[in-house]
């Protein structure tokens, strides 16, 4: 095999990997849009926050440090040295469950049957605020994530890889970030396990009577205000999820949110409702975005990453406004 | 029953002619070979029990389905594919089943919306608005004035329509369908969910627009006592098929359509 | 008992279809243009000028734009900031190729350049709604700003890659470049801001408006009562964009001076438009301005207080804002989903019947 060939394929398995990162965010806003008909942007700023909440309970920091240390003229920075990894999740997990409550009691509630876009430009505002608020929490530098997970390059891919190239020819092998692999297996567990809730469990029928018609499902006796909490804490663990994954790669900062827009076509793509869309659509974007900048993004000035997922969605639903997996709307008066 | 008739002499030439039209969703037929026709000046009603396709060929006339096979003509035309508001234009109108408001705007602007076909100053005038846009405007306020008269809702002129009661809305929705001055008039079940008291006024406004302003009007209705003393000329589908057509009393007393759709009266 | 309409009796159709039926209202609207034309002018200082006035004025403009779209006619746009950035560099080129043309020649040109594109964007409208339009617009805001960031012909090849804007005059009076006067630039962006809100009012209270307002609330039921869905969006993305192209010419050449696409027209700024028009008022031209006085006032405020006043950090004054802003918009949402415009409408009703309650 030709080294170039064997450079596609690299670029494609490394799109596969961003496709799945992708497709982590683009999960947390399925289940809240299956289950409360929200669209929750958010949903990006909310992997922000878990994760430097996560960071700042390993490392023990001290909430609201800065503006403490502003008003009382103190100094205080850490408490100690920082929980273990795994009690720090669990208490993330606990902060995340206190927030979709929180949620739920303070706007939810009073947003019950409000038209689609105005829940959305709630989320929008939504989102400003928790960005301020985990800022304010843990102070807006750039933080180290981990968390134990392996990462780094592969070597024995390297050296299975090099063997492929043909003789004489300077090939060195492919490099695939172990993490991404372990992403990879994460979120399809992810991905089986919440199928699995949704389909088959009461809770998951609820939720998805939710989604369909708020009040019609109260009607019929769904508490709304326990769906919704259910639902908005799910959405937190696998922005918890995404948190890490992203976090342990990248660092945990302020572009960490930005992905969240990112997830947007990828929705586009799978449908708002389907899980399954959700993943092929983060990967048809992962490997469609590293392939074109990989083939045409150095003619055109580069950096094509930026705008090339929103240009392909719209290119796409041009000829298929109702997504991968939707139906066909037949509309009505 | 007289009265029902009474205009049968009034009821001039084919206005609206449909002629086999067939339409399905995907394997579903909605409309099987569908002919009938409207005549000028009259009142034409269109029955038949739930799913019948009444609606479906009202959204047939009004260019918003299209069927897959048949012809629609109006006027002594054949109507080619035509988008909705191409349809509007010609001078079709129509109210619907579920009420189609513009919630956001006044009763007043909404009236305003139904002339929209007959508007036409260009968009640098209206920026200016001095000028030819304004007397437009005022022009088209005193039509609408006249039917905000006639449908007697003056005092709810500027209250902005989705704070109104139900039966108020219809009312209102009825409007904007006459503010058009359509050749044609469809409404799709206008008294639906309405009290006795308002079905009344409804008719009485019917009939008057039908007498006042010589209005053809092709009407969808479940209420058989109304639509028997409305109407001039009945149509009756069942799914998909037209099981009758005629005058009312010919109707009635159709076996099929008994079987299908009145049943059987206590009384006899 | 001070404000009441009792007595206001209108004669003609046209008296009761004017902008401010009440004779109180015409007053006071009159006021406060001849307070802004003639007083300010004399007053304005740099401070004003730089912090308040030009941001307030620039900000109303593309708030106005944006409510065209996303108020009047229902389409939700996230690329704002991407047409700004096409009004800004339509105008750059502008005052290169052409030095002695008027500012206010180049910058509604700049508007006139932005609409086109605005159309392109538009496009997709016809066929995709809600949401999947709202991703549609994101693809204008990346796509338009990566272009001026890689094509070097829009910044004429400079080095740096910013464009700076140039002294050029309105009638023999610098309004761009370090050399303008305050009085020059705020009156400029004055004049251009009254002009067409005016022109907004009447476009959105005639015919086009009504279509508008027709797509926005049933799109469907607008079609088949003879609103062309082609037109009535076309034409509201075109005007919007026209709006904000202005604004984005006048926030670069006037405001700013200088720009780099990224920073100045980045996706926080169009939500920062629709944050401005779902404050003030969703569908409300009264409520373009409220919503931009406040959401350029309100930092200012909170800035002067918490780093001028508590002495605290300015990062952490930034990220205090972020909340407070955020909650904000949650609150208005929940609380008044039609923004200070409709708060000001209960005022004024409450006002009219004053002292009694009914």
Redesign the interface.
Known sequence: MSPDFLNVIEVILNGLMAGIMYSLVALGFVLIFKASGI?NYAQGVMALFAALTLVGFQTGQVPFA??IN??FGTDVHHWGSGMNTFLAILCTMAVMILFAWLLERI?LR??VN?A???L???T??????????G??MWG?DIKNMDVGLPSGGSFWLEDVTKGWASEGSEYYGMYIDVLDVWAAGIAILLVISLTLFSQYTKTGRALRAVADDHQAAMTVGISLRSIWIIVWSIAGFVALVAGIMWGSKSGVQFSLSLIA?KA??V??LGG?TSIPGAIIGGLIIGIGEKLFEYSLGGM?????E??FA??L??AF??FR?QGLFGEKI??R? | MSESNNNAGRTGETLLETKNITLSFGGVKALTDISFDVKEGEIRAIIGPNGAGKSSMLNVISGFYHPQQGEVWFRGEKRGPMKPYEVARQGVARTFQNIALFKGMSTLDNLMTGRMTKMHTNIFWQAIWKGPAEREELEHRERVEEIIDFLGIQSIRKTPVGRLPYGMQKRVELGRALAADAKLLLLDEPMAGMNQEEKEDMCRFILDMNDEFGTTIALIEHDIGVVMDLSDRVVVLDYGCKLADGVPDVVRNDQAVIDAYLGVSHES | MLYREAGDFKTSYAADQQTFPLKLDRWFVWGVLAFAFLVVPFFINDYWEKSVLLPFLVWSMAALGLNILTGYCGQLSLGTGGFMAVGAYASYKLMVAFPELNMFVVVITSGLITAMVGIGFGLPSLRIKGFYLAVATLAAQFFLVWLFNKVPWFYNYSASGQISAPERTVFGVAVTGAAAPSWATYLFCLVLVVVFAYVARNLTRGRLGRSWMAIRDMDIAAEIIGVSPLKAKLSAFAISSFYIGMSGAMLFAVYLGSAEPTEAFGIDKSFLVLFMVIVGGLGSILGSFLGAAFLILFPVLMKNIMVGGFGWPADLAAHLELVFIGGLIMLFLVVEPHGLAQFWRITKEKLRLWPFPH
């Open positions: 669209f800065h503006l502003a008003t706007v009073h947003m409000q689609p876009i105005i959305f430009m709630t929008i505002g939504l989102a400003y605020f928790m960005e301020g608020f800022d304010l807006a827009l947007l076509p929705l586009i708002f055109i000035g580069g950096a094509t930026n705008w929103y240009v969605a719209l639903l041009m406004p037949i509309e008066v």
